[in-house]
């Protein structure tokens, strides 16, 4: 199985200040890979796929980006809105897995 | 608008059957790749199990194969898991997904349902 590393696994930062999330897979996964936003409670949204690929609806403010094993997912000028926990997830073989996530909170 | 519901989640004992189903509504269902999805509580995501578009493939995590079966009803658009010789360990929320075009990430969520598996 394909082990995906995510990192920091907790994060805090102040409006308007910029943050990244790491993911690191065991072995290459030729970009395909997704982000999520999970809020408290809710069900997991779509933020970027094949790596940096913006889905539909996604705030401008996020981007990814990365090749091979490294990737990141970066937020420009945080929200209030972005209090979420961030999911990295390679689609590349079976079984599909995930990061542990990245609890990202406002300081 | 994309919408995925789940039903039929709840309180098991061990070694007890449950069949979840989830109704998908504002797409061409048949067009798509389907899964279900898990997350234990305050844990990660867990893949479970994926479906082609037209239910000639299916594929499962190494912890589920055999116990779950993973089907599609294309006329109805609902995708459905049978989930067989429940243990404490499936314990989570189920949540249908969406994949992506010719793609196995999910860009869309049902809002989730409970299974709870405890004698």
């Known amino acids: 199985d394909i082990q995906m590393t995510q990192s920091p696994a907790s994060l805090s930062a102040s409006l308007g200040e910029t943050v990244t999330i790491e993911c690191l897979a065991s072995?290459?996964?030729?970009?395909?890979l997704a982000w999520y936003q999970q809020k408290p409670g809710k069900s997991p949204q779509l933020l970027i796929y094949?790596?940096?690929s913006l889905n539909d609806g996604v705030p401008s403010r996020f981007s990814g980006s990365g090749s091979g094993t490294q990737y990141s997912l970066k937020i420009n000028s945080l929200q209030s809105e972005d209090v979420s926990i961030y999911f990295c997830?390679?689609?590349?073989?079976?079984?599909?897995?995930f990061g542990a996530g990245t609890k990202l909170e406002l300081k | 608008e994309v919408q995925l519901v789940e039903s039929g989640g709840g309180l098991v004992q061990p070694g007890r059957s449950l069949k979840l189903s989830c109704a998908a509504s504002?797409?061409?269902?048949?067009?798509?790749?389907m899964a279900w999805v898990r997350q234990a509580p305050t844990k990660g995501l867990e893949w479970v199990a994926t479906?082609?578009?037209?239910?000639?493939?299916?594929y499962y995590r190494d912890s589920v194969k055999g116990r779950f079966t993973i089907s599609r009803d294309n006329a109805k658009s609902t995708l459905y898991l049978q989930m067989d010789s429940l243990r404490s360990e499936d314990t989570a929320t189920y949540y249908c997904?969406?994949?992506?075009?010719?793609?196995?990430?999910?860009?869309?969520w049902g809002q989730g349902v409970m299974v709870t598996v405890s004698s």
């Open positions: 997904a969406r994949h992506g075009w010719e793609a196995y990430y999910f860009d869309y």
């Open positions: 504002g797409f061409t269902f048949s067009n798509y790749g």
């Open positions: 479906i082609s578009y037209d239910g000639s493939s299916t």
């Open positions: 072995e290459d996964i030729y970009s395909n």
């Open positions: 094949y790596a940096n």
């Open positions: 997830q390679q689609n590349y073989d079976s079984p599909y897995t």
